[in-house]
């Protein structure tokens, strides 16, 4: 079991939601952390609460990808975990979504894992140690319908983590991913809960990632619960399947979202 203390540890899209609550989780755990965003504004902001470095980075961008490792080697020291959880969620009907977004979606949500994780694997396997924790979505396995560009993405990173894992877990590299269901952040502005679900909240995913550095797992699903029900998902046949999604509402709450409570985070995604 490894302690995050003194760990140094690099988060991408750390500026807000899910990244500012882990990096604050594994600060208060003795980690050393660095925050990684495009919004460099917000990101000192959020680094100036917890005394820690704020970095630039395009997770798209070799060049600016390396930059940001480099840095938090000049500020910190060899980085031990890189969490990947840079990632945006475009929704609405697959008609009329934009073609820009949906390339965003995917070369921020795919692009920029696999890049991180190459990169950060060319720093760890030299040493023979340390973690990439590649931040997915239960969206990955469990499609809804409006939200089809970002079912895809997490569904890459998912095949993607996993593969990854095989491939160096003898060159004393983890890698594990962390699937979320919906959770309180922007990402979700002018939506619905699935029904008879509830949201989770981003320190527990923080928790979920604080967890994995303890004891490393190849996955770990956000509540641990729902997890339990993923299992049981391939077991049915597709009608039940169908039936459970239309429950649920995955065949709808994601069509309709609120424009006005998604309107300035539609303009962030587009940068």
């Not at 949906?102 to 340390?130: E, F, H, S, W, Y």
Request: glycine residues 10%.
């Amino acid at each position: 079991m490894a302690d995050p203390n003194g760990k140094i540890i690099a988060i991408t899209g750390a500026a807000r939601g899910i990244g500012l609550a882990t990096a604050t989780a594994l600060q208060a755990a003795g980690a050393k952390v660095a925050i990684g965003d495009i919004d460099e504004p917000t990101a000192k902001r959020a680094a100036e609460t917890l005394s820690a470095p704020a970095l630039p980075v395009d997770v798209t961008d070799r060049e600016s990808f390396t930059a940001f490792l480099d840095g938090v080697e000049t500020e910190l020291g060899p980085v031990d975990v890189l969490v990947n959880n840079a990632g945006i969620m475009p929704i609405g009907p697959l008609l009329e979504e934009d073609d820009v977004l949906a390339d965003r979606c995917i070369d921020i949500n795919v692009r920029g894992v696999i890049l991180g994780t190459k990169l950060g694997l060319a720093r760890m396997v030299p040493r023979g140690q340390g973690h990439i924790i590649n931040i997915a979505s239960v969206a990955g396995v469990m499609p809804a319908a409006g939200m089809a560009t970002y079912n895809a993405s997490k569904h890459a990173v998912v095949g993607f983590t996993e593969a990854v894992r095989l491939e160096f877990a003898r060159q004393g590299i983890e890698v594990s991913a962390v699937m979320p269901t919906f959770t309180n952040t922007e990402l979700i502005a002018g939506t619905k809960s699935a029904r008879g679900q509830r949201n989770a909240e981003p320190e527990e995913v923080a928790a979920a990632v604080l967890g994995l550095i303890a004891k490393p797992r190849p996955q770990v699903i956000v509540p641990a619960k729902l997890g339990r029900q993923l299992r049981l998902g391939p077991l049915m046949s597709r009608g039940m399947r169908d039936r459970m999604a239309r429950w649920y509402g995955l065949d709808e709450i994601f069509l309709n979202p609120d424009k006005e409570a998604r309107k300035a985070y539609d303009e962030r995604m587009r940068g």
